[in-house]
């Protein structure tokens, strides 16, 4: 357990762990003070030589550059947001791969031109109940919190829970996090609204969707390469804990 505030202005102090950040380990993680400077630029380059010999002789400078600082902003995120989300200190981070995924895509280009990674804010690994996801690089930066593709239960217990009393609430609080500048994203949205529930329905609109998560505002510009890019994140996620709270108990 770290022996200082998260967010506090000069902490050093950490205890040690062993985390995997992708292909390595890291022990004794720095504290997260922003993404270095030149990060666009290395992705502007790997988005032009795309060539494996290339990225191997630089893979250094993006362990720098994207990969240490990701991993540490999200070990960081968890223990700023233990207050909020209970859960979220048996959480194991999770930074993605640059490698793409080729196998069924048109376009062969091996390399990412991003860093993203996740933290589930319910426990467990990045991947289970509703997480925390922070994308950057040369698209636009995409950080959000929620469960962006429901499985076949899951999408169940939600619509039924929408249509229910209880979507009420929901949507109230989301009407709040709209008005915060949040925007509600999914994976996807039906064109109508399921059986057995009305076309109708008050929340028909949240009956369409298959997925549910809120995407923060776009951070200020050079607010990623200081620590204020780690407290304006968990002020945010902070500010939507009761969302969260709602999704896990009615999903599961």
């Known amino acids: 357990m770290a022996t200082r505030d998260p967010l506090e202005p000069g902490g050093k102090s950490r205890s040690p762990r062993v985390v995997r950040s992708g292909a390595r380990s890291v022990d004794e993680l720095p504290r997260f003070d922003g993404f270095p400077k030149g990060g666009d630029a290395f992705f ?58 080729t196998r069924f895509s048109k376009d062969k280009t091996p390399y990412k031109t991003n860093c993203a990674g996740s933290l589930s804010l319910s426990g467990g690994s990045a991947m289970t109940g509703t997480g925390l996801y922070v994308q950057l690089g040369l698209e636009a930066d995409f950080i959000a919190i929620g469960r962006w593709m429901f499985e076949k239960d899951d999408l169940e217990n939600f619509r039924a829970a929408v249509a ?24 996807e949205t039906l064109k109508r609204v399921p059986a057995p529930y009305e076309a109708e329905h008050p929340r ?15 951070p200020a510009e050079g607010l990623t390469s200081s620590r204020k890019f780690l407290t304006w994140i968990a002020k945010e996620a902070k500010a939507i ?10 999903v599961g």
Not at 204 to 218: D, F, I, Q, S
Not at 241 to 250: N, T
């Open 44 to 101: 502007q380059t790997l988005a032009k030589k795309q060539d494996r010999e290339w990225f191997q002789a630089h893979k250094g400078e993006y362990e720098a550059l994207w990969q240490l600082p990701m991993t540490s902003l999200l070990h960081d995120l968890r223990a700023a947001l233990d207050g909020a989300y209970p859960m979220v200190s048996e959480s194991t981070p999770k930074v993605f791969r640059v490698y793409r995924d």
């Open 164 to 187: 229910s009393d209880a979507g009420a609430v929901l949507a109230k609080k989301l009407t709040a996090a709209e008005k915060r500048g949040f925007t509600l994203v999914a994976h």
């Open 204 to 218: 028909a609109a949240l009956l369409k969707l298959k997925g549910l998560a809120l995407r923060l505002p776009p």
């Open 241 to 250: 804990a009761g969302i969260v709270e709602w999704l896990d108990d009615a």
